[in-house]
C-alpha cells in the first residue's frame, strides 16, 4: 500500500534527490551534527533538512542513531558540535522546554507518561499557555478559570480521537505499553505543535488500534502539522509518508520518496548488509535485539 496522494519530487527536493539534498521549504535544518559517546560516534549528520508540511519517515537499523538524534535537535541531549534551526531559529544549546515552545513536540520511544498522575492530568500538562505561567493570569480568577476549561475540552477532544476517553481517570501507570504510546502523542498535541516528532510511534500499539493511529498522523498532516517520525514497520512507511531519510552509522546515507528509497542499494546494505536483494517492503520490524540505551530515560 502505498500513499495515495503523492507529492511530487520537484515540490520536496531542489536539485538532485541525494543525502542531504536542500528543500523547496524546509522546516528544519542540520548542519554538522554529531555526537560521540566515548569512542563510538552515535550521530554524524553532515547536512539534513525536513520538507515542512509533509510526513518525513527516519528509519535505519537498530543502533543508526536516530534517537539520538531526535534528542539533539531537541535540547534533550548536547551534540560535540552542530548546527540547526527550526523556522529559521537557531536552536543549538537551547533547553527541551524553550524547543517545545516554538512548536517542536517530541514523543519517546521508551513512554514518558506520568505514571502517577491520571490520563486527564497528563493530557493538561501538555498544555502550552497554562494559567499558572503568567503572573497576571493567575491573579485573575475569570482567567485562569477559562483557560483551564479550554486546556480541558482540547483534552477531553483528543482522548475521544484516541479512544482514551474511557481511561480518562485512569492513572497512566494502569494503561498498557500501547496505550500510554497514543497518550503520549495525544499529549503531544495538545500544545498545537508546528513539527511533531514521533520515536517509534507504532512499537507496541495494539493492531487494532495502528490504522486509526495511521489516521491521526495523516489528519496532522492535513492540519498543516509536520511530521517527522522514526520507523521500523516499512508497511507504515510506505503507507504515509511522503519522504524518507535513511540513516545508518550516525550518518545519513540516502534520502527520496518511499518508493524509491527502499530499492536503494545503500539502504538495502544499511539494513539487511550487502549480498541480499530483498525487497524492504516486506520487512518489518528487525528481529535483533533493540537498543533502548539511546532514549533520555
Ligand atoms: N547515552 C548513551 N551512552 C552510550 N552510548 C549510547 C548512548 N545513547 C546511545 N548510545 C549508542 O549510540 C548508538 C545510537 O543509538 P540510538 O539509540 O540513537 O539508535 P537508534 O537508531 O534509535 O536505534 P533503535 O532503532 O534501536 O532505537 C548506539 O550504538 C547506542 O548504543
Ligand atoms: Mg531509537
Redesign the pocket.
Known sequence: MSNSKSVSIDKICIGEVAPGCRKVDPILIADGVKRQ?GG?T?VDVAHVEIPRGLITALI?P????????FNLLTGFDKPNQGNWSFEGQNLAGMSPYKVARLGMIRTF?LTKALSLLTVIENMRLGAQKQPGESFLTSLIRPLWIRREKEITEVADTLLKRFKLDAKREDYAASLSGGQRKLLEMARALMSEPKLIMLDEPMAGVNPALTQSLLDHIKDLKSNGTTVLF?E?DMHMVRHISDWVIV?AEGKVVAEGPPSTVMKDQAVIDAYLGAHHDTDLGTMSKPAST??K???TK
Do not use: E, I, P
Open positions: 559517546f563510538l552515535a535505519g537498530n543502533g543508526a542513531g536516530k534517537t539520538t538524534f520511544q522514526v521500523h540513516m533493540r537498543s540505551k539511546g532514549d
